[in-house]
């Protein structure tokens, strides 16, 4: 990629008045000042030091600003992680542009939903998955423009209205300034759920939100300028993109991974000499299970997980065979970014707690009337504090369900405050024990109701894994007429093992009370369905289960 000098707008950092990040692209913007030739991105497409990557981002604003795209406007991207993904979402800022990244996964009727639900103004992708939706594209009547990060395919066919860019027209650009302010508590971007129950609803998030957490989330994880952070989770996921935010934060290293194998990701550890490594509880398990060179992983300084509760024998494999890294076991809610993370010198005193709240947020357990739950009365988890996003794009019903005023005199509302102040509650159900560590129980919509007990599907698959005869999991419940409801798992056994369900069940009625034994286990010989995100898809296999029963 050319590295073409611009001189920067007059409101970016190094100007009179500029202190700290505020917006952003400030995150870049402000390594370029200090560190210009420090290296910002590696991987598959080289590397980029943050003073290219600086002047990247003012010429894909000044590429904007000169299609007319303004404050406000959404810039979807479409692409796996390259180096253009990184500049066009972090470069839609600059004229006030609001990015929403598509997680390339995603098949062609799923982009057009997107597309089509936020009024997506203009599209960066390649050439290939344009091709792909060259069908939908009709029926998204805001997209005015594609930009390419490679050359158009042969053949290809797009309605009139739709101009057609290539990457080069970047090097052209003069950077421009928004046409009216950008403030900290502006839309910064709009990330769309996995849609596993249903169409994917779109998350708002400001500046202010993806800032301040990069700020939370590096103090805890102890970031720092010579971290070098592995990015293999997602980009259109907070806590992938989380990777990037941190990263240029404190001016470390971030390292790009498309990957095909768990293979890849152990290679890329010490290829890349990974410090900081987050995933989801699949791929940890994936992880694990796979042979290890001598030596693998001893760059690592942490792991953290996200996206669902790691279950204890893989956290004990990890630590086994990286017993220099740090553990952080996180719970986060896109809705508000990250919520709590278990410090690492608690995993051995609490293992299957989700830790305290994360630095500027405060995590309440809320019964069903407002008021604070009593150590260890399950309630709901809502998360209060500036990391508590805009709301669903569009979406005033399920922003209701889930943005809530926090009731006076909770947390840090008191009775005499006339403004609202909203908070995210979470649906999931939560109890926090004496000593303020909370424990995750289960989502609401998730919960088996059988013999009138109340069964987190978590718990039966956290005894699961116990048994050394699970390689994956998902548990879930189905209607029972005299039951309510009776649980089914469905699994896969270890890698290089034969299923063997009759022994499963064997330790099923040893280890678990009689309630919790599934009535059914049923085998499958490869890996369980992901959602987008890359969690395992329980929902589906339980409206795949439903269907086949009905």
Not at 19 to 45: F, I, N, S, W, Y
Not at 427 to 452: H, N
């Amino acid at each position: 990629m050319q590295e073409t000098a611009a001189p920067a707008p007059a409101n970016t950092p190094g100007q009179p008045g500029f202190r700290t990040p505020r917006l952003l692209a400030d995150l870049v913007h402000h390594q370029a000042l200090c560190r210009p030739a420090a290296v910002a991105l590696g991987g598959e497409g080289g590397s980029l030091d943050y003073g290219s990557l600086s002047q990247q981002l003012h010429l894909m604003g000044g590429w904007l600003a000169a299609r007319g795209v303004s404050r406000g406007e959404r810039v979807a991207v479409y692409l796996d992680k390259r180096q253009e993904f990184v500049i066009a979402c972090f470069g839609a800022g600059g004229v006030g542009a609001v990015f929403v990244p598509v997680n390339p996964v995603l098949k062609a009727e799923q982009v057009a939903h997107i597309l089509r639900d936020c009024d997506v103004r203009v599209l960066v992708t390649a050439g290939a998955r344009l091709q792909s939706l060259a069908e939908v594209l009709p029926d998204c009547p805001a997209l005015r423009e594609v930009l390419l990060v490679d050359a158009p395919p042969a053949g290809l066919v797009l309605p009139p209205a739709l101009r057609l860019h290539d990457w080069t027209e970047l090097q052209g650009a003069q950077p421009q300034e928004a046409v009216a302010p950008v403030l900290d508590s502006d839309m910064a971007a709009i990330l769309y759920t996995s849609g596993s129950t249903g169409k994917p609803k779109g998350v708002v998030l400001s500046h202010r939100n993806l800032v301040l957490g990069a700020q939370s989330v590096a103090q805890y994880l102890g970031n720092h300028a010579g971290d070098v952070l592995l990015a293999a989770l997602p980009l259109s996921f907070d806590a992938g993109f989380s990777q990037l935010t941190t990263g240029f934060l404190v001016g470390a290293k971030v390292v790009l991974l498309n990957y095909l194998m768990p293979r890849d990701v152990l290679k890329a550890l010490d290829r890349e000499g990974i410090t900081g490594l987050t995933a989801v509880p699949p791929l940890y398990i994936q992880l694990t299970q796979l042979a290890w060179p001598e030596g693998a992983g001893r760059s690592l300084r942490y792991f953290a997980n996200t996206g669902g509760r790691m279950p204890r024998e893989t956290l004990d494999r990890l630590r086994e065979r990286l017993p220099q890294a740090a553990p952080f076991l996180m719970y986060g809610l896109t809705e508000a970014f990250r919520s709590t993370y278990l410090p690492p010198a608690e995993v051995d005193r609490r293992p299957d707690s989700i830790g305290q709240a994360i630095p500027n947020a405060e995590i309440l357990v809320l019964r069903e009337d407002g008021s604070l739950c009593d150590p260890e009365e399950p309630g709901e988890l809502v998360h209060r504090g500036p990391l508590v996003g805009l709301g669903y794009w569009n979406d005033a019903e399920k922003t209701a369900e889930r943005y809530k005023p926090l009731p006076a005199g909770v947390g840090g509302r008191e009775a005499g405050l006339q403004l609202p102040e909203y908070a995210v509650f979470s649906g999931d159900t939560v109890r926090r024990d004496a000593e303020g560590f909370l424990y995750f129980i289960g989502r609401r919509d998730e919960m088996i109701k059988t013999s009138g007990y109340r069964v987190s599907p978590v718990e039966v698959e956290e005894l699961l894994y116990r048994s050394g005869l699970v390689g994956e999991c998902a548990a879930y419940g189905l209607p029972h007429e005299q039951l309510g409801q009776c649980i089914e798992v469905v699994f896969c056994p270890p890698e290089g093992a034969e299923a063997d369900p009759a022994a499963l069940l064997a330790f099923c009625k040893k280890h678990m009370p009689a309630y919790l034994v599934p009535a059914r286990l049923l085998p499958v010989s490869g890996p369980l369905p992901r959602n987008p995100n890359g969690k395992i898809d329980r929902k589906r296999l339980q409206q795949q289960a439903g269907s086949a029963e009905a």
